[in-house]
């Protein structure tokens, strides 16, 4: 691995590091932002996204004539890297802009791209991803939401759950089952959908923070223009993975621990354990150790990840190794904050005596939802097992 970067790299990170100071709002407070609700919190995203679009910053890995920078690998990387030194807000169409312009890039029409993917970057349209079914999440290529052809039109009648942003939303990618008869994989079409089509009902789901960012959605006789077709009929299995590929390569944690760690250990300053400050306690300063040092392994299995990368492979199944550990560790870390915080653990956003504004207990309890979100860690351990170790299947 060389660590050092060119001076074009350097140049590019400067240039960013220049905007952000110039444009970051001057009153945004990321500790503020974590503890705002989910309404407000996706008014400031939006903005932002804006704010960013403006200036060319939204989807540097995008091609240029998209409206991206074609950033190379190590770009996107600095670009993340200054992001999170800034904490900046994430912006709001982060389905749309992470998986559905890619995958349209990939797969689409000219008239599709021309269409639906100037207005990604923009936030004009938000996207959201319909895949879960109440019965098919892990294995989602048993989903049996149903695209019957009629005319010029697919009719579609079914549900899909979970559907991050789908109250926001205008569009949706959706995968739906055209030929019932064909083995689970080889039955499924990918088709883009207008949210405001009669027959789509969205009911927000309440999650365990008290946010409701996603939902049930109902399919009750929905006509979905055949032009809306992404790839070929009953082909929609093959769109679906290039799109779960963006997804799991979005998945990198260790620029967001790094911060938390820190956090982490100031917190250990603050409160008392054994009649002591945390700090000072060797058992809590082992543990903080163990963190630092998993923390520091994750960012190295990120690098291995892109040198592989640079070599010009394709993101692999080793995408997985980062998804899984970053979400698990993240998960050991906010529990821990919960247990040096003992009877303030139990205090939320809101409460006057709560330490750090309840932020520790808002993450404890929206950690466990990264461990399931784009795959499971039961299936990332199913991934790495057969496909990056090839272990024996039992
Ligand atoms: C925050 C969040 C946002 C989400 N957003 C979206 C979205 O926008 N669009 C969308 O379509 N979906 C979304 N999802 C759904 C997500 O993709 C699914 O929850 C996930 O794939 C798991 O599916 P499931 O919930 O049906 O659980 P199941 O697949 O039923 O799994 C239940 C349990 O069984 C285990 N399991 C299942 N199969 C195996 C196996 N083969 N081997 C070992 N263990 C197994 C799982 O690990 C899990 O512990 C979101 C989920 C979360 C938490």
């Known amino acids: 691995m060389d660590f050092n970067y060119a001076p074009q790299e350097e140049a590019f990170r400067q240039e960013l590091r220049s905007w952000l100071e110039a444009n970051l709002p001057k009153d945004y407070d990321p500790d503020a932002f974590e503890l705002q609700d989910a309404e407000e919190r996706w008014q400031v995203q939006l903005a932002w996204q804006k704010k960013l679009h403006e200036g060319r910053w939204v989807g540097v890995h995008w091609p240029q004539e998209y409206g991206g920078r074609g950033a190379t690998l190590i770009e996107q990387v600095i670009y993340q890297q200054e992001i999170a030194r800034v904490r900046a807000p994430g912006i709001a169409n982060s389905l749309g802009v992470s998986i559905v312009g890619p995958t349209l890039i990939h797969w689409g029409t ?5 269409r639906y993917v100037p207005r990604i970057l923009s936030a004009e349209e938000i996207w959201c991803q319909g895949y879960s079914e109440p019965g098919s999440g892990s294995d989602f290529a048993s989903l049996q939401t149903r695209g019957i052809e009629e005319g010029d039109y697919f009719i579609i009648n079914g549900q899909k759950v979970w559907t991050s942003y789908a109250h926001k939303a205008d569009r ?36 365990i ?4 960012e996603f939902n049930e959605v109902f ?5 979905v223009p055949k032009k809306n ?27 967001r621990l790094e911060p938390q760690l820190k956090q982490l250990v100031d917190l250990t300053k ?9 700090a000072e306690d060797p058992a809590v ?3 903080l150790a163990q963190f630092a040092i998993e923390v520091e392994a994750l960012r190295y299995s990120d690098y291995r990840q892109l040198t592989h990368r640079l070599r010009g492979n394709p993101p692999g199944p080793e995408g997985s ?15 821990f904050a919960q247990e040096l915080l003992g009877p303030y653990s139990q205090l939320g956003i809101g409460s006057p005596c709560s330490i750090d504004g309840g932020r520790w207990a808002r993450r404890a309890l929206g950690a466990r939802a990264l461990t399931i979100a784009g795959g499971t860690s039961e299936i990332m351990r199913n991934i790495i097992g057969d496909r990056v170790l090839g272990l024996p299947k039992g």
């Not at 923070?209 to 409701?212: E, F, I, N, V, Y």
């Not at 603050?270 to 945390?278: F, L, S, Y």
């Open 270 to 278: 603050r409160v008392k354990v054994n009649g002591r400050t945390a």
């Open 219 to 223: 399919f009750e006789d929905v006509r």
């Open 229 to 255: 077709l992404v790839g070929e009929k009953n082909q929609g299995w093959q769109v679906a993975v290039t799109t779960l590929m963006f997804e799991r390569a979005n998945f990198a944690l260790s620029g």
């Open 209 to 212: 923070t008290g946010d409701a």
């Open 321 to 335: 190794i980062g998804k899984l550990f970053g979400s698990e560790l993240n998960l050991r870390m906010v529990h």
């Open 285 to 287: 300063r082992q543990k």
């Open 110 to 114: 000219e008239e599709q791209k021309k």
């Open 172 to 207: 949706c990618i959706l995968v739906v089952r055209t030929d019932p008869e064909a083995p689970k994989h080889k039955g499924l079409s990918y088709l883009l959908v207008d949210m405001k089509t009669p027959g789509i009902t969205v009911r927000p789901l309440v999650q």
